[in-house]
């Protein structure tokens, strides 16, 4: 497979007076095209601090990033990004959160006006995208941010911890919608979050980072067939890379 992304070398450490904190690294890794990689660690690892610098949202102490071969020097624009906390503006609707994505990369609506019924229409939000974010339950908003981040059909995108705040039947069912539509286009992903069982629904790669200073621990393969439902998450070898998973965070000393 082609490679995409390239981390070599990474570290960031933070310096607040005379304390010092090292968030994480070095570490390298490379992100081949079409990859859901995920990004496994325990709270406070760097999980987040390394979404950043890959976004150049932040500078990095040493080491680089490389979208295809060029240095990543600033904020990238050309991505689609996703955090915890959603990026909807309050007074738009829904469709006009995604269309705020198209106007500020001034591309034509009317080009993209199919595009977005159908995204919308895609998570089940068709029937409110006419209502205002703050008429809409936390999945519901996730969702539509999900969609905000898709709709420009980005080739990258970087989702840090968005289901991080749902309860559970909702985050199974929003996963159900980010595997469907990365199903579509199958963009190239790099997903960070804490679950285990969310990490193994979604990857095709997960990459496990050890307690602070994060660092890369080893990297596993998930060979599942998509869609990843029910029925598979209920399968032997499901539950094999659950626990083999869950073991090396025992090691660690976090369960």
């Known amino acids: 497979m082609a490679k995409l992304i390239q981390v070599t070398n990474l570290k960031k450490i933070f310096e607040n007076g005379s304390e010092t904190v090292h968030a994480f690294g070095p570490l390298s890794v490379d992100i081949n095209i079409g990859e859901f990689v995920t990004i496994l660690g325990p709270s406070g690892c760097g999980k987040s601090t390394l979404m950043l610098i890959i976004a150049g949202l932040l500078e990095s102490t040493s080491g680089k990033v490389e979208f295809e071969n060029k240095l990543v020097e ?7 990004i996703m955090f915890q906390n ?3 503006v309050p007074w738009r609707t829904v469709k006009g959160n995604i269309e705020l994505q198209l106007e500020l990369r001034k591309l034509s609506l009317e080009d993209y006006e199919d595009k977005v019924n159908d995204i919308l229409k895609s998570v089940n939000l068709e029937d409110f995208a006419h209502r205002y974010p703050n008429e809409l339950s936390g999945g519901m908003q996730q969702r539509a941010a999900f969609c905000q981040a898709m709709i420009h059909e980005p080739k990258i995108i970087l989702l840090d911890e ?4 749902l309860d559970a039947m909702t985050r199974e069912k929003i996963r159900a919608d980010f595997q469907k539509l ?3 286009k199958k963009p190239t992903v790099i997903f960070v979050t804490h679950s285990i069982e969310e990490a193994v629904q979604l990857s095709s790669r997960i990459i496990l980072i050890t307690p602070r200073p994060g660092k890369i621990d080893r990297e596993m393969k998930i060979d599942l067939p998509y ?11 499901f539950m094999e890379y659950v626990n083999s998973i869950e073991e090396v965070f025992h090691e660690y000393g976090v369960i």
């Not at 600033?74 to 689609?80: L, N, V």
């Open 162 to 165: 968005p289901l991080g705040k």
């Open 86 to 88: 959603n990026t909807l």
């Open 227 to 237: 869609p990843r439902d029910l029925k598979l998450k209920r399968s032997a070898k």
């Open 182 to 184: 990365w199903m579509i």
């Open 74 to 80: 600033g904020p990238k624009t050309d991505i689609g």
